[in-house]
Nanobody, 124 residues
């Protein structure tokens, strides 16, 4: 169906920057909404940012003005540019995609998919 692979996480100091990427692959017809979520240890998963197929974006209040979500439809890839990072941004970041795809029988179906996550750690 559809696979998502994230990259770009790592360890950074407070005030630093990271850029996350998430590439989708498979029998994709079209990817609709894409987004980034995060889950810190012992906490619930929370929305970070989303972007529609028409490039409309939405951000959590905690990241507005610091993070920017973008996408490259030709590459089926979504990005998250994270600037002015804070220790409270430390979490596993997961990407999500709502995708229309071809099934093994050749028909079309739609589903939501998650990546495996990439760790972002911000040291104080």
């Amino acid at each position: 169906q559809v696979q998502l692979v994230e990259s770009g996480g790592g360890l950074v100091q407070t005030g630093g920057s990271l850029r996350l990427s998430c590439a989708a692959s498979g029998r994709i017809v079209r990817i609709n909404d894409m987004g980034w979520y995060r889950q810190a240890t012992g906490k619930k998963r929370e929305l970070v940012a989303t972007i529609t197929g028409g490039d409309n974006t939405n951000y959590a209040d905690s990241v507005k003005g610091r993070f920017t979500i973008s996408r490259d439809n030709a590459k089926n890839t979504v990005y998250l540019q994270m600037n002015s990072l804070k220790p409270e941004d430390t979490a596993v970041y997961l990407c999500y995609a709502d995708s229309l795809y071809y099934t093994s029988s050749g028909s079309m179906s739609r589903g939501g998919y998650w990546g495996q996550g990439t760790q972002v750690t911000v040291s104080s």
